[in-house]
């Protein structure tokens, strides 16, 4: 009975103590660096939903002593388990997924995606369409696709290599276009370009594939890769070009290749450098766009007939390193004149539109409006979908 | 159950004693940074921070916040209430510099309803900072929105 007891005693005794020890540690701690200590919120506050929440969350993440152990709990983990945490999923071969996304791609979705009582996609989007034909603008829409809607067979193994396009996404689009709203679908464009493309994986099975080929997603990271990116940049100038919105123009550009190393955005944030460590940076062959006739790296116009409205897809290689090597740069390159752009991180759905409706100096000699998110912000859109009306 | 008992009194007696160890000093929250930075200068008492603070490793945003405004040190704020858009408020002031936004800083380490805090701002954001606004005052308020570049704790 004695030895029986000894485990369950032995384990009350360390849940008590962690119980005992941790809160008033942490109080502590903050009266010493002369904080109120956060608990007192509790009382402090009136206790809304959100206060509450606010304050679960504050007290998680700012607790010292969760602080210190985390990492080596979280490292434990992944070494053991290959759990990357609860913002990231680890492929195969070293890719790793942004599980949100991942979550988006596999749970059932209703439709019209609501975000909350934020509106719903396609009355902002038609919305805003309506808006800008009020001023004589075009809108082009272009969701860029989840690395796991592209790549699901790095995933997880059973998963077809065709992309297992999420059917709300499918029913997004279709709807879009059926209301008349011009999309650029690069789910199809991705899926086109993989036929007869060997997986990622076997890229270092010898030549079984033949020649290896660039993917269109980095493996570390959320975000396309050059390659992709610039198939993206090619169908949307093919699209304005065909179309007659926008006529080529005349600024001359080149290209400069520039090969850049890094750690992706989802292995960072796993926010343990023991993890990271267990990588090397990601090798990336970018090619940033010079002016030809300046030599200079590529810059916005603000007095383009063509706005770019986006998320973090526009930014990487743009704003980030090599800078002038992004989505926005080869639009133009293609183009052949400079763009405007508003880059809005994570803020594609509602956010980059708020922005716009503050600054409405950003529309003045608008011909087009491209206007890209990323799929998953379909459901999980920052600010869900809200109708912004332009001033 | 001893165990318990010896480190929790252990711990009480160690709060009273930290508790006694700093008396309370009144602090303008005035320093270097916050005095020269920006355009204006207050010293405001937060009212209300909207919805949820978002906290993500993946994005980061400013989230914009009411404050009813005390003193004007520098400048000039036309209105009682202003709106102050701060950049990743879940984390502590003096850890929030990066390389998009490099100048910003402060000593507060957490953000709470009733606290007074001392702040260099710019005005309007968007002329400052090029990114995700939260702002659950949209289509409500027309007022600008003030962009926090140092904001430090003050207390009585």
Redesign the interface.
Known sequence: MTARCGPRVCLIVVFLVLIGVVAPSQIVLELREGETPGITDLVRQTPTRANLKRLESDLETKCRLAQAVRPWVQYARFVLLQDAGDKALLGHCGWFFYRPAVQYLVAPCPLPPTVGTQGDIFTAIVSFRDELAKRGIKLLVMPAPNKSSVYPEMLAARAETAAPVNPTTRAVLATLKQAGVEVVDLFEVYGQGRVGLAPPQSLSDGNRWGKPHPTYYLAQDSHWSPEGMRLAANVVARRLLDSGWVQKGSVRYDTKPVTIHRHGDVLRMIRVPQVERLYEPEQIDCAQVVNTDTGKPYVDDPDSPVLVLGDSFLRIFERDEPGSGGFIAHLAHNLGFGLTSVVNDGGASTLVRQQLARKPALLAGKKVVVWEFVERDIRFGTEGWQVIPLP | ?K??LV??LS??L??SA??A??PQTADTGADAKVTTLGSIEVTAQLEE?????????????AHVMKYKVLQVQRGKVDKDTIYVGHYNP?KPRDAIADARVPQIGGNV??F???DVHRMALEV?I?DYY??????KY??QVNDPIYWAIWTNKV?K
Not at chain 2, 53 to 61: A, E, K, S
């Open positions: 159950m165990v318990v480190m929790t711990l009480a160690l709060l930290s508790c160890k700093k921070i909207p919805g949820e603070v978002r906290n993500d490793p993946l994005y980061d945003y879940a380490k957490q709470r309803v009733g309007p968007d090029m990114g995700g606004i939260i702002n949209f289509g207390s």
